[in-house]
């Protein structure tokens, strides 16, 4: 049985202090939320202060990139265990906008993958197409080509610390869902090829999430679906109040 994950990915916004803010709305409306597990991955700035704010709720936190070194000379950088250390469960890697704007590859998701590994985060690995890439009918290989890359030789039992979320690049922050149909079709499409990666077991244990563009009203169709686990919320997880009614779906 796969649980649900709702995740908040909260990009270059909010402070410390409204960071605070958010945790003291938001908990109370999500404290009886049992039938999913939670994460939110504020800047990394903000993740003591949440960590702190969220400690004995259901809350995960979550780091929103990682470097692949352990320590260093690479200014700017955060490493695995400084996140781990700082109360991370989860770190995201390979987001759209890190691809695109700071030259992440499948190469460099593959190693950041392994660095969190290793220092027991669990990776929630976003992968998805761009709408040009859509249009030409390459959706399937673009998903194909980034899970053979980003997890490359790694086993069936490391796959159980990993999650996949499917985040077509032309429905983030868009406000353009993919229908609940479009999006069952590619995460069936990943489950599948996964299977043929790391077996039947291991892929049918595999959590997929969808991002892009979900809100208070579609997260429930998307959530009907078979293959949707769960999503990676983007803007409307920043109001406490509208992530709770997508926590709540
Ligand atoms: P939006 O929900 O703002 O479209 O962002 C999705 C996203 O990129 C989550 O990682």
Request: net charge neutral.
């Amino acid at each position: 049985m796969r649980i649900p994950l709702i995740a908040g990915n909260w990009k270059m916004y909010k402070t410390i202090a409204e960071t605070e803010q958010f945790f003291r709305e938001f908990l109370p409306l999500v404290a009886d939320s049992t039938h999913c597990e939670i994460a939110i991955a504020p800047p990394f700035t903000a993740i003591t202060k949440a960590v702190k704010a969220a400690r004995g709720s259901r809350v995960a936190i979550s780091g929103q990139d990682v470097y692949w070194e352990k320590q260093g000379a690479f200014t700017g950088q955060v490493a695995a265990p400084m996140l781990a250390e700082a109360g991370c469960r989860f770190t995201i890697i390979g987001h759209s906008e890190r691809r695109q704007y700071f030259a992440e590859t499948d190469d460099t998701v593959n190693k950041k993958i392994r660095a969190a590994l290793a220092a027991g985060l669990e990776s929630i690995v976003c992968i998805g197409e761009l709408l040009e890439q859509r249009e030409a009918g390459q959706t399937e290989a673009v998903l194909r080509r980034q899970v053979d890359g980003g997890m490359a030789g790694l086993t069936a039992e490391q796959l159980t610390r990993i999650i996949i979320a499917y985040e077509p690049v032309w429905a983030i922050g868009t406000g353009r869902t993919a229908t609940p149909d479009m999006a069952e079709e590619a995460h069936r499409f990943i489950r599948a090829l996964a299977a043929t990666r790391f077996g039947k077991e291991a892929a049918a244990g595999l959590r997929i999430l969808y991002g892009g563009s979900v809100k208070p009203d579609n997260i429930k169709g998307l959530m009907a679906q078979p293959d949707i686990d769960g999503g990676l919320v983007g803007g409307a997880s920043l109001d406490p109040r509208g992530f709770a009614t997508i926590v709540n779906f």
